[in-house]
């Protein structure tokens, strides 16, 4: 199901010039979004709940005093709304116009009014912080006009959740960029998401056309991904046609981001409930024995996970001992962690320990940064990581993106795809495919943010075959998986006493000097003593190395892989250059000495 986002900006625009009507002197902004957002929320469900109204209000009357619990005959269709949530005020945000007088009461009364899983959503938002200043502002009235304005459609109807969806991170995208904060961290451009879901769901379409299957995002943001994934698969004229009953989970951990999430989710009649407020890695909101089927996420990356470290941290060593993050053969006897400034990889270790031992087993598509294939040396967090996962043979793919696809950021990122059930062709095997090169992108008519290139879907296509066929050409490489594995070892050299001499330990063996000590890394498919032998004894033969001390490491080099030699210009040509340059500076000169 495509979506011309195009035909959204109008909605964007009528938004954004409500924000600078009606707040401009009350408000930065950078905090256009803290009204602006509940607002769009707090209408939608207004809209919904119109034509329900007055049979709400009849049964809310007649049974207010004689039942405890009105909720299911307040969502019923036949008392109520028909939908998860209700609102037993007698106002609705056009009746709220009727006296102006007493609007922030009654404008206070209708919010009240709201059934508990909405009063969340409100909470969250924080939006009653907000009524005192726009009250005292005398501008409540005007922002309420404006959103019952018939010059913007925000009824679901018109204006359905996945539009609805782009519409909300866009606008976090312009409202952060006006606070110079980090504009993509919830904000995935649909096309990866398209990408994603499509390297996700095919390779095992005919096995998903029937049963239950449990989709979850551990970033879920405003919940795109779930609702795109949904989508796709059981679109009746998509490529999956899937009958599957599909259920949403996710976690969010920005309060106002959370609520625009959760929102959509009881717009769109999912299970508001399976949307869970905190931080995955230390305040995981579900059953930690529940498990997902397909996992699809863009973790934040660069940023910290100090707060979860320290929350999860136990004992006065502060040890972590959630199983989560417990790896067998580790180095560490406790929890196998990233560094604190980059939590990434955390999330990844998350993901994986709510992978399902079933036939079809789990899949996982995440978007990572460069960090995630490279930093940490062998032993350290990050490696044991990738250590676990190819090791496992968890890793069926890596897909190199174009930069400045994100709209915070034109850094180098990847799509990282992992199942543990692999099909046979890809056993003990990782797919690399660098789309990074034109063939894969269009550049876009206006940037947006950082934004300037972006997947067509011819684009999504090319990539799509490329994966599907697991052959190798210029784009797609096929590795071992211990071809991104090495040995680091300890390369020891003896320690010399004042008079010259080697020093001995107890045991008659030399006492290596710890300033002369040197590591090497070496390919796993090398032995490691004919590499000793050859690369280290030649110029150092006094020196060993100790199996006991060696550790694997893990690392993937994209630029390695597809590194393309071009080759230098002829000198007759860099000769020409510089001989143009110096004759047009020695014309300079003249110019500035007759001068």
């Known amino acids: 199901m495509s979506l ?108 009240n009014g709201f059934s508990d899983n909405v009063q969340d959503i409100i909470k969250q938002f924080k939006f009653r912080n907000e009524i005192e200043t726009l009250a005292d502002a005398d501008i409540l009235f005007s922002l309420i006009e404006k959103f019952c304005s018939p010059k913007v459609e925000l009824h679901p109807d018109k204006l359905p959740p996945l539009a609805m969806g782009y519409v909300y991170e866009d606008l976090v995208r312009r409202f952060n960029e006006e606070n110079n904060e980090e504009a993509g961290e919830h904000f995935t451009p649909r096309e990866i998401i398209d990408l994603m879901t499509h390297l996700v769901f095919l390779p095992v379409k005919d096995k998903i056309k029937q049963g239950t299957y449990l989709f979850y995002d551990p970033c879920v943001g405003s919940g795109g991904m779930l609702t795109i994934a949904k989508n796709f698969m059981q679109d009746p004229s998509g490529l999956i046609k899937s009958d599957a009953t599909v259920h949403l989970y996710g976690q969010e951990s920005t309060p106002f981001i959370y609520a625009t999430c959760k929102s959509d989710m009881l717009i769109k009649g999912e299970d508001p409930d399976k949307i869970a407020y905190g931080s995955t890695l230390s305040a995981y909101g579900f059953d930690k024995d529940l498990k997902f089927d397909f996992m699809l996420t863009n973790p934040p990356y660069g940023k910290t996970w100090a707060p979860d470290k320290k929350a999860l941290s136990v004992g006065s060593k502060g040890a972590i001992i959630d199983k989560r993050f417990m790896l067998k053969g580790s180095y560490k006897e406790e929890a196998v962690t990233s560094r604190v400034n980059d939590g990434q990889l955390m999330f990844v270790l998350h993901m994986l320990s709510k992978m399902k031992d079933t036939e079809l087993g789990s899949r996982i598509a995440s978007v990572h940064n460069g960090s995630a294939l490279f930093t940490g040396d062998a032993g350290q967090g990050e490696s044991e990581i990738r250590k676990h996962i190819i090791e496992n043979d968890l890793l069926e793919a890596i897909i190199a993106l174009p930069h400045d696809m994100f709209y915070n950021t034109g850094i180098p990122t990847y799509i990282f795809f992992i199942t543990n059930r692999k099909s046979k062709k890809r056993k003990g095997k990782v797919q690399l495919i660098n789309a990074t090169s034109e063939k894969f992108y269009s550049k876009m008519r206006k940037p947006l943010g950082k934004k300037r290139v972006e997947f067509l879907p011819e684009h999504i296509k090319l990539i799509e075959t490329m994966y599907l066929n697991f052959e190798e050409n210029e784009y797609s490489r096929i590795f071992d998986n211990k071809d991104f594995g090495y040995a680091q070892i300890t390369v020891n050299r003896p320690l010399k006493d004042e008079k010259g001499k080697t020093v001995f330990a107890s045991k008659g063996k030399p006492k290596p000097d710890p300033k002369l000590k040197d590591t090497e890394n070496i390919p796993l498919k090398e032995d490691i003593q004919e590499f000793f032998e050859r690369e280290v004894l030649p110029f150092a033969p006094d020196a060993w190395w ?44 003249k110019e500035i000495i007759q001068a």
């Open 4 to 111: 011309n986002t195009h035909s959204l900006q109008p909605i964007i625009n009528f938004l954004w010039t409500v924000a600078d009507d009606v707040l401009v002197n009350t408000y930065q902004k950078g905090k256009y979004k803290d009204v602006i957002l509940p607002m769009v929320v707090i209408r939608r469900l207004d809209l919904l709940l119109e034509p329900t109204k007055d049979k709400v209000l009849s049964t809310f009357k007649e049974y207010n005093k004689k039942l405890q619990n009105l909720e299911n005959l307040l969502t019923s269709k036949k008392h109520g709304t028909g939908l998860a949530f209700y609102n037993t005020s007698k106002f609705t945000l056009k009746k709220l116009l009727d006296d102006p007088k007493n609007l922030r009461s009654n404008f206070e009364n209708y919010l």
């Open 546 to 589: 100790d199996k006991k001390d060696t550790k694997i490491g893990y690392e993937i080099n994209f630029a390695k892989y597809f590194y393309k030699h071009q080759p230098p210009r002829p000198l007759t040509e860099i000769a020409k250059d510089i001989f143009a340059i110096e004759q047009e500076t020695d014309g300079l000169l």
